[in-house]
């Protein structure tokens, strides 16, 4: 089931509560609902997969170091995972159990330190290059020129000295790691790598130290059997450059959440009951709170202002460059800019409870999601290690027996070569690096994924269901026409009108005194108010008497509106709602009032159904009123009007039902039903959080441009996954046939392990790179 711990060995975690580590393999275990523990004297010991169950009974005293880890609660303590296997879990850096890879922080901060695994590798590099370098010209030179820079005796002894530091500290992690993929029954890259690394440095070493144990076939030189040190070297080297590249690399997809952790200001100014302010650390900051904003300064936390007015640069939430106006009773959100004027706020949200901690946590989560094209790397990384080290022994065996002489150093290093250039790394990379660097452009833009099979399945999207209210229109009613049909004027009409309106909550009503309140009218005391249920309502104001309503409240208060009919019928083919004002029992006018479409709706339809996608909408609103928007945004191919929440539901149903895949975009609390039943569900941040909570994406700006850059991206990113994938495959279709010398028979082509430590190399920086690229789209 989706958000279900999955074990290293592929089984399912247990519910949240105490955990503690497999001792096999390191992975977390959560107690409740364990189904692989054993009883070892006073306490259990939980496993995370039968497999390592088993491993553990053969031999206990191998990891009962690891049994009594500490218990302790789950999300105590900062987490490290692992960017190819999410399961993963630990309070600290490491190697991953089952790749090797390094750990990373599951949740970056604003004020991490540097990453200790760089430190180190930067540090077994400097040294690794600083001895290889003369290894390189004590073994090759004298090979290559005949220049023996150290007599051919003492040689072997000089390489060992210089490459046993190489091998013995600098590679010590590699060595490590390849012990534990061993020792877990989790073949890796590393592996391969010890494997190799080790066969050359051991035979180097028989070759020094006792070359008599070997035979007399492989001796050259008189008495001397050649070494390669060289190559166990500058392996060592380019596999520690490599991971040294990789691990700065795959470090800069965590930008985009420290660019949004470093716009939450670290103190707000608190103003106290007595008047008097305060500076005070953002975290002590409660709910209630009354924060004074002062211009240039960024918001602390949500809230709502209740004194001031200013403009707010919320790009960081919406990708939108152009400031909002922030009034007495506005909505604003902490990591946002404050412009020019100073505000008064009411801390409504704090700490993990305001927006940028959930986007924060949200991004998070969705780059260490997996996508279920993934599902194909992994099927090839299960039987990729055991082929690439029989391919090897392969290699060995028919050099060693048809092979050109010397057949056993032909067959050591092209078994060597084979090994260290099959890098199973990059595969594993191609989709979480995509993942985590796409995800992360999202949110810079504005598009918050929950997690990566929403990516995926919004690419394969053919239908797109869209509520009316608030998505394709602004959701926010406003005057667009006022009609005169007597003696008063028009500021005249609409004045008694808002007047009347400011006791009702209707959203109509709400319009219209925010029209008057643009044009700063003032509006007239009002009282004798009442409302006719079905037909308006009446009030005196300012000692006249104005009813206002339908046609029928017309008629009930005797006011003849013949004349506009054909006004009204105009308008309501529009999509407005028509408002009918009498004064004194005698008609005076209307008031139009609709929910404007947004700018940017026609734009974003037209590119959707360019992009193959067929467009529906659904409304709660009555067929004229749907119709209308429809024709104005046009290129919508169904308008189902007149619909209750169960009602669009259904229709998603039905619509999957015919075989399409569909995404729904809505922003209503009647939306949720439909957001849940839909592949993809795509909340407006803009709407409710019940719809935010029912959809797996959501666009932080409410304009339906978002629902593009969200399927730009969706494409992108799985365009870029596929690339990887490719890319993955060919160097290793590629690079393992030439290291297993098929080439030599045709031109003498052999690959020297040096060249394929170095290939391995660029496979998986290739990989890194190319899901980088995705920082520089356009959405």
Same mark, same amino acid.
């Given at each position: 089931m989706p958000g279900d711990t999955i074990g290293c060995c592929g089984e399912a975690g247990a519910a949240p509560g105490k955990v503690s580590r497999d001792p096999v393999c390191g992975m977390e275990v959560r107690h409740d609902g364990a189904q692989h523990t054993i009883q070892d004297g006073p306490e259990n010991v939980y496993f995370c997969s039968g497999h390592c169950r088993t491993k553990y009974l053969a031999d206990p005293s191998a990891y009962q170091s690891g049994a009594k880890e500490p218990v302790h609660a789950a999300g105590d303590h900062a987490v490290w995972t692992c960017p190819m296997h999410p399961d993963i879990r630990r309070e600290g850096p490491g190697a991953?159990?089952?790749?090797?890879?390094?750990?990373?922080?599951a949740l970056p901060s604003a004020d991490e330190g540097p990453n200790?695994?760089?430190?180190?590798?930067?540090?077994?590099?400097?040294?690794?290059?600083?001895?290889?370098?003369?290894?390189?010209? %004590?073994?090759?030179?004298?090979?290559?020129?005949?220049?023996?820079?150290?007599?051919?005796r003492l040689s072997p002894w000089v390489q060992l000295a210089l490459c046993a530091p190489i091998v013995f500290w600098c590679g010590l992690p590699f060595f490590t790691r390849g012990w534990i993929s061993v020792r877990t029954g989790h073949l890796n890259m590393f592996t391969l790598i010890a494997t190799g690394v080790g066969a050359a440095f051991a035979y180097s070493l028989i070759a020094t130290v006792a070359p008599a144990f070997l035979p007399m076939g492989l001796h050259a030189h008189g008495t001397m059997a050649p070494v390669y040190y060289e190559a166990a070297g500058v392996v060592v080297t380019f596999v520690l450059l490599?991971?040294?590249?990789?691990?700065?690399?795959?470090a800069a997809t965590g930008r985009a959440i420290r660019a949004l952790l470093d716009l939450?200001?670290?103190?707000?100014?608190?103003?106290?009951?007595?008047?008097?302010?305060?500076? %005070?650390?953002?975290?002590?900051?409660?709910?209630?709170?009354?924060?004074?904003?002062? #211009?240039?300064?960024?918001?602390?936390?949500?809230?709502? +202002?209740?004194?001031?007015?200013?403009?707010?640069?919320?790009?960081?939430?919406?990708?939108?460059?152009?400031?909002?106006?922030?009034h007495v009773g506005d909505v604003v959100t902490g990591g946002t800019l404050n412009g020019t004027g100073a505000l008064t706020m009411d801390a409504r949200a704090v700490g993990a409870g305001?927006?940028?901690?959930?986007?924060?946590?949200?991004?998070?989560?969705?780059?260490?999601?997996?996508? #279920?094209?993934?599902?194909?790397?992994?099927?090839?990384?299960?039987?990729?290690?055991?082929?690439?080290?029989?391919?090897?022994?392969?290699?060995?065996?028919?050099?060693?027996?048809?092979g050109p002489e010397p057949r056993f150093g032909h067959a050591l290093l092209n078994a060597i070569a084979v090994l260290v250039i099959a890098c199973p790394c990059a595969l594993g990379l191609a989709t979480p690096m995509s993942i985590m660097v796409g995800t992360g452009r999202g949110a810079r833009a504005g598009v918050l994924v929950k997690n990566a099979e929403a990516l995926q399945a919004l690419d394969s999207v053919d239908t797109l269901v869209i509520d009316k209210t608030g998505t394709l229109t602004q959701g926010k009613p406003k005057v667009i026409a006022i009609r005169t049909f007597g003696d008063a004027s028009e500021s005249q009409l609409l004045g008694l009108a808002a007047a009347v309106e400011s006791?009702?909550?209707? #959203?109509?009503?709400?319009?219209?005194?925010?029209?008057?309140?643009?044009?700063?009218?003032?509006?007239?005391?009002?009282?004798?108010?009442?409302?006719?249920?079905?037909?308006?309502?009446?009030?005196r104001v300012a000692d006249r008497i104005v009813a206002i309503g339908s046609e029928a409240q017309m008629e009930s208060v005797?006011?003849?509106?013949?004349?506009?009919?054909a006004s009204i019928s105009e308008l309501r083919a529009q999509g407005a709602g028509v408002v009918l004002v009498a004064?004194?029992?005698?008609?005076?006018?209307?008031?139009?009032?609709?929910?404007? +479409?947004?700018?940017?709706?026609?734009?974003a339809i037209a590119y959707l159904r360019g992009q193959g996608l067929r467009i529906a909408m659904l409304t709660g609103d009555n067929e004229v009123t749907a119709q209308a928007v429809a024709q104005k945004v046009g290129g919508i191919d169904e308008v189902h009007a007149g619909l209750l929440p169960e009602d669009k539901a259904r229709a998603v149903e039905r619509l999957t039902g015919e075989g399409r895949n569909v995404a729904m975009a809505g922003d209503g609390i009647n939306d949720a039903p439909a957001l849940a039943r839909a592949r993809v569900g795509i909340a407006m941040g803009t709407g409710t959080d019940v719809a935010i909570e029912s959809a797996s994406i959501t666009l932080a700006r409410g304009d339906l441009s978002a629902i593009v850059s969200a399927h730009r991206l969706a494409r992108a990113t799985m365009r870029n996954i596929r690339q990887n994938l490719f890319l993955s495959f060919l160097f290793n279709g590629i690079g393992v046939p030439i290291a297993a010398g098929v080439l030599y028979p045709i031109n003498g082509t052999l690959l020297s392990p040096m060249f394929a430590g170095a290939a391995m190399t660029l496979s998986s920086l290739t990989v890194v790179l190319n899901a980088l690229r995705l920082n520089l789209m356009k959405l």
């Open positions: 991953c159990p089952i790749c090797g890879m390094a750990l990373e922080p200790p695994e760089i430190a180190d590798f930067t540090r077994r590099l400097i040294v690794a290059v600083i001895l290889c370098v003369p290894l390189l010209l %004590v073994a090759m030179v004298g090979e290559m020129l005949d220049l023996h820079l150290v007599p051919p490599g991971q040294l590249l990789e691990l700065r690399a795959r939450a200001p670290k103190f707000a100014e608190r103003i106290g009951t007595a008047g008097n302010s305060e500076i %005070v650390p953002v975290s002590e900051v409660r709910v209630g709170d009354r924060l004074l904003i002062k #211009p240039g300064e960024a918001i602390p936390v949500d809230g709502v +202002v209740t004194e001031g007015r200013s403009h707010v640069d919320e790009s960081m939430l919406t990708g939108e460059p152009v400031p909002v106006a922030k305001t927006m940028l901690s959930r986007i924060v946590t949200m991004v998070a989560e969705a780059q260490r999601s997996r996508a #279920p094209i993934q599902a194909i790397a992994d099927r090839v990384s299960g039987w990729f290690v055991p082929a690439i080290l029989v391919i090897a022994c392969v290699t060995f065996a028919v050099w060693m027996i048809v006791r009702s909550e209707h #959203p109509l009503a709400r319009a219209i005194v925010e029209e008057a309140s643009e044009r700063k009218l003032d509006l007239a005391p009002c009282d004798e108010f009442a409302s006719q249920t079905g037909l308006g309502v009446t009030a005797g006011a003849d509106a013949t004349s506009a009919l004064i004194d029992g005698r008609f005076a006018g209307l008031v139009a009032v609709a929910d404007p +479409v947004r700018p940017a709706a026609s734009e």
